[in-house]
C-alpha cells in the first residue's frame, strides 16, 4: 500500500503490511504518528492488513529514519515528492 | 582564551532525560573537542544513560561518582522545579549554571540568584541557551546540533553577548561570514530579571587577552542596557562595543510584550529609543542593521589600534 | 497581570493591612445599597485597567445612596482610555489628615525587591522622587531570608519620618512587601497611605499586578478574587484574529506558533524565534512595508501547526501576501516550515510561488527545506541573505505588484 501527501509518501510492502508484530513496532517507533493498527471495525470491512497509513500524518514525517530501521529491507519506503521520488535511505 | 568555561570544563545536565536535554547533551558531546559531561541528574531515574553520560538521582551522587569538585550545569527541569534544581547544583559546590528553563517566576529567580551570589557561584539566564567557546565546547542548546554550531560559529577576536538565543547565532553567523571569529558567545537570557548582565560579564572579556571588541544584541524593557553604559564610563571603555537594537516598535506600545517576557516597558527608561541614547552617550556604536555590525567593528578596532600606536609613539618621543 | 482596584484592595485587606469599609458594585442598585450600608458621603470610583479616571470623569462624590446610585449608573456608562468599567468601587468618603506612599517593586539590576515609602502621597511617587528626592526612602529586601521589621523601619527613618507615625507604619509596609513576595506581584502599591485624625493609617487606594508566569501557582488567589483564568488583562483586548492565533498554537503541544498580534498592514508575517522576530517586524517597517500581524514560531512546530498559522495569515482581510523569515534555526526545522506555509497556501487554492513574498529561513535541515523551496518555484535565499535584506525583498514585492496593479 502506498499514501501519498503533498511532500511525503510512505509505502509499505503487502508482506509487511500483514505482519501483526512488525505493524505493531511500526506504530512505536513513529514519533509522529505515520503508523497505525488496523481496528477490529475495519478488518470486518474485509481488509486483511494489520497496518494502516494515517493519510493526514504522511506530510509530518521528519525523514528519522525509524521506520527503515524497524522493517526488514526494503519493506517501508518513504518517498520525497518534492525530490523526483528521491527514496529516504 | 575564552570566558567562563574552556575544555577542561566539567558540567552535568539537570533533568538530562528530557527531550530537550538528551537533544542538548548529544550537541555539547558532539560539538568541538567534546564536553566533559560527567554525569546526569533526574531524580528516580539512576543508572541509566543518556548517550553514555550516567544518570543520578542527586547533584550529591554525581559529585561522589566524579570523585572531585563539578565546575557547572545545565538546568532544563520544568519551571516549578527550577529553584529546587539551582539551589541543589549551589550546594553541592557547583559555580557556573546554565539555566535554560523559561517562564520561571522573578520570585524564585531573584532567590536563585542571592543564594549563588552568597556562595560565589554564577548564574548564566534563565530562558537562555548557554555558552560557546568556537571549535572547543559548548554548554547549552546554543546553535544547536555540532554540525549547524560549527557552520556559525568560527574561533576570533569578538565577544557576543545576546539577550536573545537565536539572534545569539544570527549575529555569530554574520561576524563569522565576515571574517571575525568569537572568542566566547553567550546567550544571557530574555527575562527581566537574569543571572548575568552585560555589565556583569564585561570584567570577565575585558581581562581575556584574546578578546578585542564585543557585539551585543538587546531589545525594549529593564535597564540592563543603562547599567552597561554606565559600566563603560565607570571602567574606562577598555573594548570597543557595538549593540544592536532590535523591538524598536514597540516603543509605541507600552504595556505589550513581545519576543521575551523581559521585553514589557515598564519604566521610562525601558523603550529602545531611551536606551539607544544612553548606550550612545556611554560611547557604544548602536548598529541599525546586523550586516553593518562587522565594518563598524573593525572601525573601532583600527581606532584604537591607531590610538595605542599613537601613545606607544608619544611615550618612545618623551623618553628620548 | 494587572488587578483591578477593587481586586488589590482585597489582596491589601487579606495581608492585614487595614482598609476603607468599600464594596465593589456591578450595577447602580448594588452601588446604592453599599452606600446605605456605609451610611454616609461616599466615592464611587470606576473600575477600568487605565489611569486618568479623575480626569475622564471616572471618579465622584455622592451624600446620599440615591446620588451614589446615579453616579454609578453614570460611570457603569462611561467609556475611559477605550475601557468600560468592570464595575464601581464604593467607597467611605475618609477624613485624611496626611496621603503617604508605601510600593514595593523589583529592582532588575541588582535583582532583588525594593521597598519605597514616602510621606508625599496621593501623587504619582516617580514625581516625588524627582521633586523631593530626600522624602522617598528605598530599601532592597532577601528573597532568601526572612523578612524583618527593620527592613521596613530602615525604609521610612529614610524617607524622614519619625515618631508615632514611623512606628505605626512599619508593619504595614512589612505586610505590603509579604505579600509582594508571597502572591508573585511585580507591582505592591498602596497610594495613598492615609492617617485619619484619630491617628491611625488605611489603605485608600492599591495598585496590584502578579507575574504572568506565576498564574498557575496563584490559581487559589485568582479564584477566590474571581479572576477568570483566560484573562489576560493586556493593555489592549485580545481581537478575534489573535484569540484564533492562540488556538492554532494549542491545538497541537509540538513547537510554538505564538505571541499573534493583529496589526492592520497588507503583508503578513510568518516569522520566529523571539529575538527575530522583533528584527525582522522592525526591518520590515523601516523599509516601508507595512505588516498584517506579529507572530513568534519557534521549538519545532509541526507541519501541521505551521500551516494553520500561514493559514490564519493568509486569510487575515487585506492581507496580500505573506513573507516567511527566521534567523538562523537550530531546533525549529526549515523544511518543517517549507512544508507547512506551503501546504496553507495550497489548501487556501493559491499558488505558493506567488503568495509567498519571500522565504528566509537558514539553518537545521535547510538542504531539504531548498529543495522543497525550489520544487514550488518560491523565491527564497540561505543565511548569506541578512534578516534586513530579506524583509527589503518582501516589501519590495508587495509594493511592486501594488505599483503595477495601479498600473
Known amino acids: 500500500m502506498r499514501v501519498d501527501g503533498t511532500f511525503i509518501a510512505v509505502e509499505v510492502s503487502e508482506q509487511a503490511a500483514a505482519d501483526q508484530e512488525l505493524a505493531r513496532r511500526l506504530a512505536e517507533v513513529c514519533p509522529v504518528d505515520i503508523f497505525r493498527l488496523r481496528t477490529a471495525a475495519a478488518e470486518s470491512g474485509g481488509s486483511a492488513d494489520a497496518l494502516e497509513i494515517v493519510a493526514e500524518n504522511v506530510d509530518e514525517c521528519v525523514l528519522c529514519r525509524l521506520c527503515l530501521d524497524t522493517a526488514p529491507a526494503g519493506a517501508v519506503k518513504v518517498i520525497k515528492l518534492y525530490d523526483n521520488e528521491a527514496l529516504l535511505a | ?320 | 497581570m494587572r488587578f483591578f482596584e477593587y481586586e488589590a484592595r482585597e489582596i491589601v485587606r487579606r495581608a492585614g493591612i487595614p482598609v476603607t469599609d468599600f464594596g465593589f458594585a456591578k450595577t447602580p442598585a448594588e452601588a446604592r445599597e453599599i452606600a446605605q450600608r456605609i451610611g454616609g458621603p461616599v466615592v464611587i470610583k470606576s473600575q477600568v485597567l487605565s489611569g486618568g479616571r479623575m480626569k475622564a470623569g471616572g471618579v465622584r462624590f455622592a451624600d446620599s445612596p440615591e446620588e451614589a446610585e446615579a453616579h454609578a449608573q453614570a460611570i457603569l456608562a462611561l467609556e475611559i482610555g477605550g475601557h468600560m468599567p468592570r464595575g464601581v468601587l464604593v467607597d467611605p468618603k475618609a477624613e485624611v489628615e496626611q496621603e503617604y506612599y508605601a510600593g514595593v517593586v523589583w529592582d532588575g539590576t541588582r535583582k532583588l525587591p525594593v521597598m519605597i515609602f514616602s510621606p508625599v502621597g496621593g501623587i504619582d511617587i516617580e514625581q516625588v522622587a524627582a521633586e523631593q528626592p530626600e522624602q522617598v526612602g528605598r530599601r532592597h529586601i532577601s528573597t532568601i531570608l526572612p523578612l524583618s521589621d527593620f527592613a521596613a523601619k530602615e525604609t521610612i527613618a529614610r524617607a524622614g519620618v519619625s515618631g508615632g507615625e514611623l512606628t505605626k507604619i512599619v508593619p504595614i509596609l512589612r505586610r505590603l512587601a509579604e505579600l509582594f513576595l508571597r502572591y508573585d506581584m511585580t507591582l505592591a502599591e498602596i497610594n495613598p497611605l492615609g492617617r485619619l485624625p484619630d491617628g491611625s493609617f488605611v489603605a485608600l487606594d492599591a495598585h496590584m499586578e502578579i507575574e504572568n508566569e506565576a498564574r498557575g501557582r496563584q490559581r487559589e488567589l485568582l479564584l477566590e478574587l474571581g479572576v477568570d483564568p483566560t484573562e489576560t488583562r493586556q493593555a489592549r483586548e485580545a481581537t478575534p484574529f489573535e484569540i484564533a492565533g492562540e488556538e492554532v498554537d494549542s491545538s497541537d503541544h509540538r513547537g510554538v506558533a505564538g505571541n499573534v498580534t493583529e496589526f492592520d498592514g497588507n503583508l503578513g508575517l510568518v516569522i520566529g524565534a523571539g529575538g527575530g522576530s522583533l528584527t525582522l517586524f522592525d526591518a520590515v517597517r523601516a523599509h516601508g512595508g507595512r505588516p498584517a500581524n506579529y507572530c513568534e514560531i519557534g521549538g519545532n512546530p509541526s507541519v501541521r501547526k505551521a500551516a494553520g498559522l500561514a493559514k490564519l495569515v493568509l486569510s487575515k482581510p487585506g492581507v496580500e501576501r505573506i513573507a516567511v523569515m527566521m534567523s538562523i534555526v537550530s531546533n525549529t526545522r526549515v523544511d518543517i516550515v517549507a512544508r507547512g506555509v506551503i501546504k496553507a497556501c495550497l489548501e487556501l487554492g493559491y499558488d505558493p510561488a506567488e503568495k509567498i513574498a519571500f522565504f528566509r529561513i537558514p539553518g537545521a535541515w535547510e538542504e531539504e527545506g531548498f529543495k522543497i523551496l525550489q520544487k514550488y518555484g518560491i523565491d527564497y535565499a540561505d543565511r548569506s541573505v541578512s534578516l534586513n535584506e530579506a524583509a527589503r525583498r518582501a516589501v519590495e514585492k508587495i509594493q511592486g505588484a501594488n505599483e503595477e496593479a495601479v498600473r
Open chain 2, 1 to 320: 582564551m575564552s570566558i567562563l568555561i574552556d575544555e577542561r570544563t566539567t558540567f552535568i545536565v539537570q533533568g538530562i532525560t528530557g527531550r530537550e536535554a538528551v537533544n542538548l547533551t548529544r550537541e555539547c558531546l558532539d560539538y568541538g573537542k567534546g564536553a566533559q559531561i560527567v554525569g546526569g541528574v533526574t531524580p528516580g531515574r539512576r543508572g541509566r544513560e543518556v548517550h553514555g553520560v550516567p544518570v543520578f538521582d542527586t547533584v550529591e551522587q554525581v559529585v561522589a561518582h566524579h570523585g572531585s569538585p563539578i565546575d557547572g550545569s545545565v538546568v532544563t527541569v520544568p519551571p516549578a522545579f527550577t529553584r529546587d534544581a539551582v539551589f541543589e547544583a549551589i550546594e553541592a559546590g557547583i559555580k557556573l549554571i546554565v539555566i535554560v528553563t523559561e517562564r520561571i517566576p522573578r520570585g524564585d529567580v531573584a532567590q536563585m540568584v542571592e543564594l549563588a551570589t552568597l556562595r560565589g557561584a554564577r548564574i548564566i539566564g534563565p530562558n537562555c541557551l548557554g555558552i560557546i567557546v568556537p571549535d572547543v565546547i559548548k554548554m547549552g542548546g546554543i546553535g544547536g546540533p555540532a554540525r549547524n554550531a560549527a557552520q556559525a560559529y568560527t574561533p576570533g577576536p569578538i565577544g557576543v553577548i545576546s539577550r536573545s538565543g537565536g539572534m545569539t547565532t544570527e549575529m555569530s553567523s554574520t561576524l563569522s561570514a565576515a571574517g571575525l571569529g568569537q572568542s566566547t558567545a553567550v546567550s544571557i537570557g530574555g527575562d527581566a530579571i537574569i543571572g548575568s548582565t552585560y555589565a556583569e560579564l564585561m570584567p570577565l572579556f575585558a581581562a581575556d587577552p584574546q578578546t578585542e571588541g564585543i557585539v551585543i544584541y538587546s531589545e525594549p524593557g529593564g535597564r540592563m542596557e543603562a547599567q552597561l553604559a554606565e559600566w563603560v564610563v565607570a571602567n574606562g571603555d577598555p573594548l570597543p562595543i557595538v549593540a544592536f537594537m532590535a523591538g524598536r516598535f514597540m516603543d509605541e506600545m507600552p504595556g505589550m510584550s513581545f519576543g521575551h517576557a523581559g521585553t514589557i516597558v515598564e519604566g521610562k527608561e525601558d523603550t529602545t529609543a531611551e536606551k539607544i541614547a544612553r548606550l550612545q552617550a556611554a560611547g557604544i556604536a548602536v548598529a541599525e542593521r546586523i550586516e553593518d555590525i562587522p565594518e563598524m567593528l573593525r572601525e573601532l578596532l583600527s581606532q584604537r589600534q591607531r590610538s595605542a600606536l599613537a601613545a606607544a609613539g608619544s611615550s618612545t618621543e618623551g623618553s628620548a
